[in-house]
């Protein structure tokens, strides 16, 4: 048996589920895993980076801490970047908790992925913004404080998610939110300009969800990205969200050839947020396989980032009664949805082996 298979086969019976190790430790050298599939390592040594969305009031409890930076090689906040929680009124700035990950993040050497600096979904942005009516007012609040959080972490921060999510769940085309209507259609171009004036360093991404389904609205979310492009918005990536909520499998070669298409703009393309439930209603066998085949469509089309958003089964925000209310589709999923790469002991699962063996099969730097 190679080594690649030991890796799967040895997390797939639970035989070694702790710390560092997932492979089988008599595995031979020097290929395979090459005595560790850790994620971190193989990350590192491949030039892909291998994150977890994190919360800064979590890093206090040691395990959590040991697990972020001993599986991962970069960061994403998960709630504390956002405009509600880093700017709650027109005059204050909450920078502690953000503060909190990037210093993590610097002393653990993991990159951080700001997330993010413009969202329409109006629970994640402050009451005052919404409560902004005057075109021009409501502009300049964004300019500035899209100026004022990228110029903070000038140097600190190497990549923003500008844009969250602009396009219409169910449809071809840009969600009319508030930032369409107070700012106007070219909303998305004024937020990269911004970031650009802030941090000319920095890269800028727009992040978006379900483009691994394919179909009319990943093309036109292609299409969109084309114009940005062209029109010489300061554009440098696209994430791919990836939250595999639908219990739907993904469709061979969909994910991959949205990846493509992008990178032929000459975009870095980046699974971002990869969470698939399963619960006790699903088979784990699914889960392993949706893990491996986005990992492995991913990278050979030239992906450089596979984030998960969370860090284990102990905590994923697809548990939350708000999450469940506002997406009835996780109905199906029994709570616990253990939709991570690691369980809620931090113990790697056989899809954290999966991931590990698709980047395994990516070259090494050279
Ligand atoms: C989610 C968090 O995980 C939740 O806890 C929060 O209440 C809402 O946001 N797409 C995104 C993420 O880009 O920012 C979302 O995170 C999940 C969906």
Redesign the pocket.
């Known amino acids: 048996m190679n080594v690649v298979k030991r890796c799967v086969v040895a997390a797939t019976l639970g035989l070694v589920m702790s710390g560092l190790a997932a492979c089988s430790p008599e595995a031979p050298e020097p290929t395979g895993c090459t005595g560790a599939c850790n994620l971190a390592s193989l990350g590192r040594a491949r030039g892909i980076r291998i994150g977890a969305a994190v919360t800064a009031n979590r890093l206090p409890d040691a395990d959590y801490a040991a697990a972020v930076a001993g599986h991962f090689t970069a960061v994403t906040p ?2 504390d970047m956002k405009w509600r929680a880093i700017h709650p009124t027109p005059t204050s700035w909450n920078w502690d908790a953000a503060e909190r990950i990037v210093t993590f993040a610097e002393q653990h050497d993991l990159s951080v992925r700001g ?2 600096l413009v969202w329409g979904k109006a629970s ?1 942005n402050p009451d005052w913004l919404l409560a902004i009516t005057d075109p021009a007012e409501f502009r300049s609040a964004v300019l500035d404080s899209i100026a004022v959080e990228v110029g903070h972490f000038a140097g600190r921060i190497d990549r923003w998610d500008v844009v ?2 602009p396009f219409l769940s169910d449809a071809a085309g840009l969600d009319p939110n508030v930032f369409h209507q107070r700012i106007g259609a070219d909303y998305v171009d004024v937020a990269f300009h911004a970031a650009h004036a802030a941090d000319p360093t920095a890269e800028l991404w727009l ?1 978006e ?1 379900t483009l691994e389904r394919g179909h009319s609205r990943a093309n036109a979310f292609v299409a969109f990205v084309a114009s940005m492009v062209q029109r010489g918005v300061p554009i440098h990536g696209v994430g791919i ?1 990836t ?1 595999l909520i639908s219990g739907n499998p993904l469709q061979p070669g969909v994910l991959g050839s949205v990846v493509s298409r992008l990178r032929a703009l000459g975009l870095k393309v980046a699974i971002t ?1 990869m969470d698939v439930p399963t619960g006790s209603t699903r088979p784990a066998s699914e889960q392993i396989a949706a893990y491996r085949q986005a990992a492995d469509e991913c990278f050979a089309a030239g992906c450089e980032e596979f984030t998960t ?1 969370g860090v284990s089964d102990g905590a994923t ?1 697809l548990d ?1 009664p ?2 469940r209310a506002a997406m009835p589709e996780l109905a199906s999923f029994a709570i616990p949805s253990n939709p991570l790469l690691l369980d809620a002991a931090f113990r790697p699962k056989p899809a954290y082996a999966a991931v590990a063996d698709a980047l395994w099969a990516r070259p090494l730097l050279t």
């Open positions: 998960e709630f997330h993010a994640t969250n999510e992040n969800a969200q939250h947020e958003w925000w939350l708000a999450t």
